[in-house]
């Protein structure tokens, strides 16, 4: 079989969770264009459509990703754009922050985009070509007071983006990283209106 993809197949886009929020949105967005999307999150997903496929997967779990992507790559052989969107913030000053949360933060955002991104890559590089997208926040160049830990994960996100991209750009793939202002989504559902206004007028 050629290597070679129809360019009139549709992309296969991964997307981590998806269950809800931003992640959501962005799947049935790309549902909509007559994408391909596979989605994930800890829980199941309400979101159907002949063209999207979910997994339960804890996107922190080494062995949880490495199933999903075996499974996805043996269904679809590819996959053109991958984006870590899966995050939790922990929204309280760093002195009484527990390390369980701070630990959990750096799985789910760090630990979990580093993890989609190696072993999807790994199927871009084949076909020399690809798109990887992390988010982060604009938490880290604001420094924004009750989020270090947050904005620390994504700052880690933003260094590994650099450096992916510049390892992985011989293969023809793409790696960027965005960082999106509050979004209406249940991460900020508890953050004062007040201080939104004031991040969105810096």
């Known amino acids: 079989m050629s290597s070679q993809r129809d360019k009139s197949e549709p992309r296969v886009i991964v997307i981590t969770g998806t269950r809800k929020g931003l ?4 799947a049935q967005k790309y549902l909509q264009q007559g994408d391909v999307v ?5 829980r199941s997903s309400s979101l159907e459509h002949q063209n999207y496929r979910h997994f339960e997967v804890d996107v922190s779990v080494e062995e949880e990703v490495v199933k999903m992507v075996r499974a996805v790559r043996k269904e679809f052989r590819t996959v053109d ?3 870590n969107n899966a995050g939790i913030a922990a ?3 760093f002195v009484t922050t527990p390390f369980s949360n701070a630990k959990r933060v750096f799985d789910t955002n760090f630990f979990g985009s580093f993890l989609f991104s190696r072993e999807i890559a790994k199927i871009m590089i084949r076909r020399k070509k690809g798109c990887i997208i992390n988010f982060s926040t604009v938490a880290v160049p604001l420094n924004l007071e009750g989020e270090a830990v947050y904005a620390a994960s994504k700052a880690a996100v933003e260094n590994f983006t650099r450096i992916a991209a510049t390892e992985l750009g011989g293969f023809g793939i793409r790696v960027n990283a965005v960082g999106p202002t509050p979004i209406p989504t249940d991460l900020i559902r508890n953050v004062p209106q007040d201080k939104i206004e004031k991040i969105l007028e810096r």
């Open 81 to 83: 754009v991958l984006i």
């Open 23 to 26: 992640g959501r949105e962005l």
């Open 38 to 42: 596979v989605g994930c999150s800890r």
């Open 91 to 93: 929204m309280n000053h």
